[in-house]
T-cell receptor
Framework: NAGVTQTPKFQVLKTGQSMTLQCAQD?????MSWYRQDPGMGLRLIHY???????DQGEVPNGYNVSRSTTEDFPLRLLSAAPSQTSVYFC???????????FGPGTRLTVT | AQSVTQLDSHVSVSEGTPVLLRCNYS??????LFWYVQHPNKGLQLLLK??????LVKGINGFEAEFKKSETSFHLTKPSAHMSDAAEYFC?????????????FGKGTKLSVIP
């Protein structure tokens, strides 16, 4: 049982490049979400999903796309990276009715 | 809508002295409240949670928090700080209700422990 895994751990992009941050969980959790963490800002919700085929926007969705084709995977796509997207990204998952969310180890992204 | 205010961005204590990290919340519904800890360059770990049961909640590593509805507060305490407690702490609120999973984070309190 690996919990929530994220790849890559580190990534450097140039402005305008695209990439996908991967998130997977092996706990059969219905709910998954993406957050970004910036200094002094706490974590802010980007997108979330309550099950396969269902996604919705969080507090800061602009510049990011998500899809949920399986219960296990919830990738986050940056279509055209901008320096403002330099951040640490966390994926989390939770089962229905549970109060606890499980967080992945994070991806540190730098956009130059 | 819900919100969380962590009243101190940085708290410094001496090893062996008490820790108090303050958190006030705002929620339209009966909230669930959490404290998470993040050690440097690590992910987030759940310290404790309040989910409308006992108002005094005990967590891991000797931490506890008390839910005070009249004061809309959920302060985190520990009787005696240890060097390993140095980390950033986040107070988090989740609105109750079926299908409500979204978490709202405070901006964090960085705890320093002086030897």
């Amino acid at each position: 049982n690996a919990g929530v895994t994220q790849t890559p751990k580190f990534q450097v992009l140039k402005t305008g490049q695209s990439m996908t941050l991967q998130c997977a969980q092996d706990m059969n959790h219905e709910y998954m979400s993406w957050y970004r963490q910036d200094p002094g800002m706490g974590l802010r919700l980007i997108h979330y999903s309550v099950g396969a085929g269902i996604t919705d926007q969080g507090e800061v969705p602009n510049g990011y796309n998500v899809s949920r084709s399986t219960t296990e995977d919830f990738p986050l796509r940056l279509l055209s990276a901008a320096p403002s997207q330099t951040s640490v990204y966390f994926c989390a998952s939770s089962r229905t009715g549970s109060h606890e969310q499980y967080f992945g180890p994070g991806t540190r992204l730098t956009v130059t | 809508a819900q919100s969380v205010t962590q009243l101190d961005s940085h708290v410094s204590v001496s090893e062996g002295t008490p820790v108090l990290l303050r958190c006030n919340y705002s929620s339209s519904y009966s909230p669930s409240l959490f404290w998470y800890v993040q050690h440097p360059n690590k992910g987030l770990q759940l310290l404790l949670k309040y989910t409308s049961a006992a108002t005094l909640v005990k967590g891991i590593n000797g931490f506890e928090a008390e839910f005070k509805k009249s004061e809309t507060s959920f302060h985190l305490t520990k009787p005696s700080a240890h060097m390993s407690d140095a980390a950033e702490y986040f107070c988090v609120v989740r609105a109750s209700g079926a299908g409500s999973y979204q978490l709202t984070f405070g901006k964090g309190t960085k705890l320093s422990v002086i030897p």
